[in-house]
């Protein structure tokens, strides 16, 4: 046998591992082949990660048993989420921190778009896939990131509220009766508690301005012992270094005494733009991050210690000093990014760059399982199906992942592409062409 032929056998057999450690949780016997059946469907090279097309590759003899299989598993049977994704996040962190530290938790949302007002969570809204307000779904998540390697370890649907509070609706959607509303980054705060809860562990909490911006939001990171860096809007209002609110006034005749801290019209905050246009060219210093497709990134950065302002005057004392970190690229007339952060004041500016920038590690994560493993493929209504779809890609995606930390980084990237991994399947009729192919004859 060639060395090439040896690879993939052992490829197969390390996938087969990895599956039945997944299917430990299935909860039932029946379940563990239709599971292993849903997650080699979408690591198949094939264009629409549906059920259809992945029955008619997986078992082109008998498509309908198949279609029936696959489609009871991910829409019906009642399998758990959380456990499944947690024997993905224990088999992946493995081979992900074997020579790398976990660096980071990523928070972040994804949208797909979707017409129609019956599917599960469907409303107009933000679709950050579209850029624009559309119809769509958003699920928020959190990944565990290495500098290296990074997988989704929590997922759920957001529910907005013209879902969360239509009862019929969420009857025909079988949406579980303790959804309710949440804000997202409330929602993200809960998958934060929930591995902070399962021990997992830790990294710094990374998430852009949607989340960043929310006071609420970064307390509840604090108060959960942890280190955020996080995106902040140009508008948020910070105190200056070494400046504070003013300290609370004279006691009156009567009364208690004051106890909140002031501003008044020449002592105020400045907007988070308008201290960075205070900076001169010598605050900012050049910082290169990381090696990326068109060569070493680079940028001009400044770090300063500020204090939040947000409601302060409600306050008896003022906000913890934090990094204000400033993106200001040399082409750029004004800044373009900042970020808030409380890592420790000693950090290098180097290192704080480079933790605040391992964001970009959860865009890949959804780029390829959308583009390499169907994540929005699925058909489907329910609530039930639309996650048992994502947590199933997760998985897929977590073998990837696994693979892919086999090798250096300047091995044979034709070997950790989604399509090259090999398992035995029969050979599909070429005369089937399933439904949703976009062209004559196309395979599925």
Known sequence: MSRHRTYFSRESERLQAYLDGLTRVAGHADRVVPI???????????????????????????????HQSLHHIVADAPWSDDALLEQVRRQVLTAMTKKHKLAAWIVDDTGFPKKGTHSVGVARQYCGQLGKQDNCRVAVSVSLATEHASIPATYQLYLPEIWANDPERRRQAGVPTEIRFQTKPDMALGHIR????????????????????????????????????????SSTTLWPPGIVPLPPGPKGKMGRPPRLLRRDEQHQPLSAKN????????????????????????????????????????????????????????????????????????????KLVAITKLRWRIERDYEELKQEL?????????????????????????????????????????????????????????????????GKNRKA
Request: with cysteine.
């Open 36 to 66: 292993e059946n849903y997650t080699k469907g979408l690591m198949l090279p094939i264009e629409r990660k549906s059920v259809e097309p992945m029955a008619a590759r997986l078992a082109p003899g008998n498509v309908r048993q198949m």
């Open 194 to 233: 929930h591995l902070v809860n399962e021990d997992v562990p830790r990294g710094v909490v990374l998430a852009d301005a949607a989340y960043g911006d929310d006071s609420g939001f970064r307390e509840g990171i604090v108060s959960l012992g942890l280190c955020y860096a996080v995106g902040i809007k």
């Open 275 to 350: 201290l960075a246009l205070c900076l001169s060219t010598t605050d900012l210093r050049k910082v290169s991050w990381r090696e990326g497709i068109r060569g070493m990134m680079r940028s001009r950065f400044a770090a300063l210690r500020v204090r939040a302002a947000h409601r302060d005057y409600w306050r008896k004392e003022p906000h913890p000093e934090q990094w204000l970190l400033i993106e200001w690229p040399t082409t750029e007339k004004e800044p373009t990014k900042y970020w808030l952060s409380n890592l420790p004041a000693s950090i290098p500016l180097r």
């Open 374 to 438: 169907g994540l929005g493929h699925f058909e489907g209504r329910n609530w039930r199906g639309f996650h048992h779809h994502a947590t199933l890609a997760i998985a897929a995606y977590g073998f990837l992942v696994q693979e892919r930390c086999l090798f250096p980084p300047s091995g044979n990237s034709s070997l950790l592409q989604t399509g090259n991994i090999r398992f035995p399947l029969p050979s599909l009729s070429p005369a089937f062409t399933p439904r949703g192919a976009t």
